[in-house]
């Protein structure tokens, strides 16, 4: 407490210091501003209340003296009451004339104030002119005169970001494997009775199978295998000897079943006769170009494979 009264009493005794100093500096003309302005002026900064007292004994001078109350409020009290002729009010009405009142015509700093803001847009100004203004006009400027070059360039990076994503999604090997030894070539009869997609291998077709299944294994090591075949039945026994004879299982992705793999259809049901007499009407008309009846030609075979 005694710590609190003696920090107290030296801000009364600053305060009032400060304030005399300050009465002193007025000019007379501005003594008679209103009551109203004044609270306008300081309103938005320290609340200020004016007590009058018409019969006060304790101060016989026209001294206003300073009290600080516990809301933070600076009160006035001086000894005169009429308000128009009272040399307290016109002292204290006199304040918004200090320095930190820049809204005053009168106030000595407000010159000041508009010649350093003046230097400041200045040099912002010029600051944004060397920096951000002339920059951006230059870059502005070689952009339309080296148009050209500069979309060149991007044509040309974009292409090979595509070229080299392309060659990462391109397979390492295409490999191309026909079936092995099936029962119709061995006897051609077969088809007269069992329609094509139902042909099997034989056994010594298994065993070519299996044998381009080692081969396969020591081409592509553990590289990753994708396998696409035809419906038919031989088709997809030739695969399964393959992935046997290389043990090739674990490294199969997929295994999808793909129709354009057919080969050329030559008809529902083949008798001998009729194969080799539709044959030599094939050399005759065109080997591609030429349809058998129920069947392909090599034209069709083309269209739906591709």
Known sequence: LQAVSIMLSSVRQITRSHYLKSLKSIPKQHKSSSNSQFHAQFRHIITINYISHKKHNKHNGNTPKLHLSHHRTIRYSSSNSNT?????LKRLDALKYKSFCSNSPSSPNTHNNNGNGGKTRQAKFKFAVEFLYLPVFALIGAAIIYRDNILTYFMQQIFQRRESFLKQCY????????HGQSAANVDQMVLSTVPDH??????????????????????????????????????????????????????TKV???????????????????????????????????????????GLDVTLRAT
């Open 255 to 297: 295994q999808i079943e793909d129709v354009r793999l057919i080969e050329q259809k030559f008809g529902n049901h083949q008798s001998k006769e009729q194969m080799e007499q539709e044959k030599l009407s094939r050399v005759k008309y065109g080997r591609y170009f030429y349809q058998f009846k129920y069947g392909e030609s």
């Open 198 to 251: 139902d042909i099997k291998l034989t056994h010594n077709g298994y065993k070519q199978a299996i044998t381009a299944g080692k081969k396969l294994k020591d081409l592509i090591g553990n590289q990753d295998l994708y396998c696409y075949y035809s419906p038919y039945k031989r088709a997809q026994e030739t695969l399964y000897a393959i992935l046997e004879g290389g043990n090739l299982h674990k490294q």
């Open 171 to 178: 397979p390492t090997r295409i490999i191309l494997i026909r």
């Open 84 to 88: 128009n002729t009272n040399p307290s």
